[in-house]
Each structure stands twice: as C-alpha cells, then as structure tokens.
C-alpha cells in the first residue's frame, strides 16, 4: 500500500472516529437525560422510555469507534502518524467523565455521579501527556516518505476532529 493511500485511509479514520465518538456522547447524554433508567421493549411495563433512536447512537459508536481506532492505528503508524487508540481513550473517557459530572452536579450533587466522573477523568488524563509533544514514551524512527511529521500529524487531526464533531453532532440530532 503506497503513502499517499495510508495517509488518505489515516485522514478517512480521525474523521469517522469523531463522528462515531460523537454519536456515542450524544446518545449516552440523551438517555442520561431522560433520568437513571431507561427500558425500551421487553415484557414489563416500561416506566420511562428511552429517547427514540439513543440506544442505536450508543451501540453504533461504541463498536464503530473502536474498529475505527484500532485499524486506523494500524494504518497511521505506516505513514509516521500518531495512533488512534490514545485520542480514541482519552476523548471517550474525557466525555463521560463531563456528561457525569454535570449529571451530578444537576442531580443535586449526586456523590456517585461526581465520584465517577472524578475516576473516568483519571483514566483519561494520562492520554493528554501521550498526545503531548514533549512525551517520549514511544519516539519512533521518521518513516521515509512521510508526507508529514507526527506534530504536523496532530494539528490534521485536531482539523479533522473538530470537523467530524460538527458533523457527528448534526447526523446525532438529526436521527434523535
């Protein structure tokens, strides 16, 4: 596979990893919002349904995110980018860890939303120093051809990210 397609597949791969990690912290703070227990279907008499449609947003971008993050892995390290799976961590984490803090703190200070979110953010933090510039956990050799530099990398990355969020929070509303 030649550079200029790696690259093409890396550039394919931040952008639906935004869009699917979006619809995954879309759909998970509708069903948060409609209160601490939703059902859809089944036997019983449901209580309080789901919003339509969160549960797919959920599942598709869960599953979906992680394919994204592991194969674009496997293609950005071919053209010098950085992984996927740290950003793909770091932001999944970093989202609920606000969407329960502020389930918390509307709740009415809720102990056990806050002290989860505390807990999602210690997970995450540690994928802010290995997206930063100055780590050097895993400095690797410059791949010959590399149409850009692993910092080059992250600025296409943050361009692109905050294109698929645009665009995942749009296709989420639009579908809820």
């Known amino acids: 596979m030649s550079v200029r397609t790696r690259s093409l597949l890396t550039v394919a791969a931040v952008l639906l990893l935004a869009v699917t990690i979006t619809w ?13 227990s939703c059902a859809t279907g089944g036997p019983y008499v449901i209580a309080n349904p789901c919003p339509h449609h969160t549960t797919s ?15 674009g892995t496997m293609v950005s390290l071919g053209v010098g980018a950085p992984n ?26 809720v102990l056990g939303w806050v ?7 210690l997970f995450a933090v540690p994928g802010l120093y290995l997206m930063s510039p100055w780590q050097r956990l895993y ?7 590399a149409p850009l530099s692993r910092n080059q990398w ?21 579908w809820l």
Do not use: C
């Open 24 to 36: 995954f912290l879309v759909g998970s703070w509708a069903q948060m919002a409609a209160g601490y």
């Open 57 to 71: 947003l959920i599942l598709v971008g869960m599953f979906v995110s992680l394919v994204v993050a592991l194969a």
């Open 84 to 109: 996927l799976v740290v950003p793909y961590w770091t932001f999944t984490l970093g989202g609920l860890s606000v969407q329960l803090f502020a389930q918390g703190v509307d709740d009415g200070w």
């Open 115 to 121: 002290v989860g979110a505390g807990m999602f953010l």
């Open 139 to 145: 400095d690797r050799e410059p791949v010959k051809g």
């Open 154 to 174: 992250w600025l296409v990355y943050l361009v692109l990210a905050a294109a698929g969020v645009v665009a995942g929070s749009w296709t989420a509303n639009t």
